[in-house]
Nanobody, 123 residues
Framework: VQLQASGGGLVQAGDSLTLSCAVS????????MGWFSRAPGKEREFVAG???????YYANSVKGRFTISRDNAKNTIYLQMNSLKPDDTAVYYC??????????????????WGKGTQVTVSS
């Protein structure tokens, strides 16, 4: 399974950005997919997830601002990020959980990771 994340960049506080993650090498529609972030000096943490039936999950810090979605025809997930804050500055990673019964959204539950894309939010 290969994951390719894209869409990161440098934006100002209050701006929006959309990240994409294209997946290959696996039946995409059966996968639980997630976004994680690693801010400078911090551990990687869960941001958002979407399972095979499109139920979505969010970290409290991004609820109401970020939206995760998936396009099974394109084998791609997206993370729409609105009202960005400097605290959102991080490397964002997409990840796959191949489990048949959804995901716990912990790092250890994810089977494959993309290389990450940098998001920098200036104040």
């Amino acid at each position: 399974v290969q994951l390719q994340a894209s869409g990161g960049g440098l934006v100002q506080a209050g701006d929006s950005l959309t990240l994409s993650c294209a997946v290959s090498g696996r039946t995409f529609s059966t996968l639980s997919m997630g976004w994680f972030s690693r801010a400078p000096g911090k551990e990687r943490e869960f941001v958002a997830g979407i399972n095979r039936v499109r139920t979505t999950y969010y970290a409290n810090s991004v609820k109401g601002r970020f939206t995760i979605s998936r396009d099974n025809a394109k084998n791609t997930i997206y993370l729409q990020m609105n009202s960005l804050k400097p605290d959102d500055t991080a490397v964002y990673y997409c990840a796959v959980d191949q489990g048949r019964f959804g995901s716990t959204w912990s790092e250890s539950a994810m089977d494959y990771w993309g290389k990450g894309t940098q998001v920098t939010v200036s104040s």
